[in-house]
């Protein structure tokens, strides 16, 4: 039931995001609503707005539906039955939204179509871009300073070594993605060089705090997880609280860039804009075969996108779409893979543990001393490995005992602590009555 209780707080807000998102759409930025392109004249005609309104209430009642559909993981008893559950919610939660969104765009092409909306020619916009100042973009150092912080546990703590990498790479990623990621194409909307200057401006220094927040969550995470390493309640509330905390600031930051932008384009639309529906399929993807670049910039906000037509965009869009596929099966493949009983064994020689894949093997040679433990030990957190309710297995560490590896169901006491003569220390456990008291009582 815990499990069940942490994944509906960590993500039962995302369809409130995802209509917040969307439903944003329906205002006019750079000439765009709903992924398409429309003059000044289309945001007072009847059937657009007749159109939009009805879309978002699609997406209220969605939203509404996703939320309470999410209520039931609260009550499964078992960390599987919740989990499994949620990967399905997660399933619907990032297709159910889009689907609107996808016949909101349909529909108001059609209306555009009818209207005669659109340019025979929608790239003949031509702007002096000698007059728009250089890229500025931030220095490197801005992302050295969370990437040192992010390492430090490094330099006295190494039980979570795996995460404290991984993170600091992720630092080191934020950096890159911030310079490379970035392109200035799709903030030009009309002849104003003024406009396309400021919305430039807008978006890269927006770009740049999107990346900059995250770097410094990331280190955030590595230092609490450092401090707290021992305390797994007080670190579990801390890193839905980052996790929270990082997503409340890219939002804040992208619903000021949209506003922004909203309000530079008010009066846009009236004269020659830029029309590039045609390169966007419901105006969610990018699909450009004489774009050269691989990522762009998406035409509101501060996202970006992939270009379709690119053979790595396509490797790329294969890829997201088989990740999304296999979230509903994550959890029964898991399952299947983990939930085997830890089996042990002991001949004259050798005591053996494994489960699902991972093998432990020891010498009876090399054991220098063991113990049969009644309960696990106290403050038992798991580094790497699997932390389920009726299984643990991988690097654990523990208040007084230290790093261990660990394979057990935490249901089945009692368990057999194993330290050998080099220092290395083993936490195994049976589903069998008696088996490891009976192993305890060989060794011994």
């Known amino acids: 039931m815990i499990t069940g209780i942490i994944m509906f707080i960590s993500l039962?807000?995302?369809?409130?995001?995802?209509?917040?998102?969307?439903?944003?759409?329906?205002?006019?930025?750079?000439?765009?609503?709903?992924?398409?392109?429309?003059?000044?004249?289309?945001?007072?005609?009847?059937a657009v707005k007749q159109r939009l309104d009805k879309f978002v209430k699609q997406e209220k009642i969605l939203c509404a539906l996703l939320v309470v559909s999410a209520v039931p993981s609260l009550f499964f008893k078992g960390d599987?039955?919740?989990?499994?559950?949620?990967?399905?919610?997660?399933?619907?939660?990032?297709?159910?939204?889009?689907?609107?969104?996808?016949?909101?765009?349909?529909?108001?092409?059609?209306?555009k179509k009818e209207r005669n909306w659109g340019y025979e020619n929608p790239d003949s916009v031509i702007i002096d871009t000698s007059n728009i100042a250089p890229a500025k973009w931030l220095s490197p150092w801005s992302f050295i300073?969370?990437?040192?912080?992010?390492?430090?546990?490094?330099?006295?703590?190494?039980?979570?070594?795996?995460?404290?990498?991984?993170?600091?790479?992720?630092?080191?990623?934020?950096?890159?993605?911030?310079?490379?990621?970035?392109?200035?194409?799709?903030?030009?909307?009309?002849?104003?060089?003024?406009?396309?200057?400021?919305?430039?401006e807008i978006r890269r220094k927006n770009w740049g705090r999107v990346w900059l927040i995250t770097a410094w969550t990331l280190a955030g995470l590595n230092l609490v997880t450092a401090f707290f390493k021992d305390e797994?309640?007080?670190?579990?509330?801390?890193?839905?609280?980052?996790?929270?905390?990082?997503?409340?600031?890219?939002?804040?930051?992208?619903?000021?860039?949209?506003?922004?932008?909203?309000?530079l384009s008010t009066k846009s639309g009236k004269g020659v804009y830029v029309d590039d529906d045609d390169k966007w399929?419901?105006?969610?993807?990018?699909?450009?075969?004489?774009?050269?670049?691989?990522?762009?910039?998406?035409?509101?906000?501060?996202?970006?996108?992939?270009?379709?037509?690119?053979?790595?965009?396509?490797?790329?869009?294969?890829?997201?779409?088989?990740?999304?596929?296999?979230?509903?099966?994550?959890?029964p493949i898991t399952n299947t893979v983990l939930d085997k009983a830890p089996e042990i064994e002991v001949s004259e020689t050798m005591l053996t543990a494994?489960?699902?894949?991972?093998?432990?093997?020891?010498?009876?040679?090399?054991?220098?001393?063991?113990?049969?433990?009644?309960?696990l030990p106290p403050k038992l957190v798991r580094t790497m490995g699997t932390g389920l309710e009726n299984l643990l297995k991988g690097d654990f560490s523990a208040q007084d005992y230290g790093s261990m590896k660990v394979c057990?169901?935490?249901?089945?006491?009692?368990?057999?602590?194993?330290?050998?003569?080099?220092?290395?220390?083993?936490?195994?456990?049976?589903?069998e009555d008696g088996k490891i008291a009976e192993i305890y009582e060989n060794i011994k």
């Open 80 to 111: 599987f039955g919740a989990l499994n559950y949620m990967m399905w919610w997660i399933f619907f939660v990032c297709i159910l939204p889009e689907i609107p969104y996808i016949f909101c765009n349909r529909d108001l092409r059609k209306i």
């Open 145 to 200: 300073l969370p990437l040192v912080l992010g390492a430090a546990p490094f330099l006295w703590e190494r039980s979570f070594w795996v995460l404290y990498l991984i993170d600091s790479l992720g630092i080191i990623l934020c950096g890159l993605s911030y310079r490379y990621l970035y392109r200035n194409k799709s903030e030009k909307i009309d002849e104003d060089v003024n406009l396309t200057k400021a919305l430039t």
């Open 281 to 331: 399929i419901w105006g969610l993807f990018y699909c450009n075969a004489e774009d050269s670049h691989l990522f762009i910039n998406d035409r509101v906000g501060i996202n970006c996108n992939i270009n379709l037509a690119k053979p790595a965009g396509k490797v790329l869009a294969f890829l997201a779409v088989l990740v999304l596929l296999s979230v509903p099966f994550i959890v």
């Open 232 to 263: 797994p309640m007080v670190l579990t509330v801390f890193v839905i609280a980052f996790s929270l905390i990082m997503v409340a600031l890219i939002v804040s930051v992208e619903i000021r860039t949209k506003k922004i932008q909203e309000k």
């Open 408 to 431: 057990l169901d935490p249901q089945c006491p009692p368990y057999l602590f194993v330290e050998q003569e080099n220092g290395a220390k083993f936490l195994f456990g049976s589903r």
């Open 354 to 375: 494994e489960s699902g894949g991972t093998h432990y093997e020891i010498s009876l040679d090399d054991i220098k001393s063991a113990e049969l433990l009644e309960s």
């Open 12 to 46: 039962f807000w995302i369809p409130f995001l995802m209509a917040w998102e969307l439903i944003n759409e329906t205002k006019f930025k750079k000439n765009i609503v709903a992924g398409v392109t429309l003059p000044y004249e289309a945001r007072c005609d009847d």
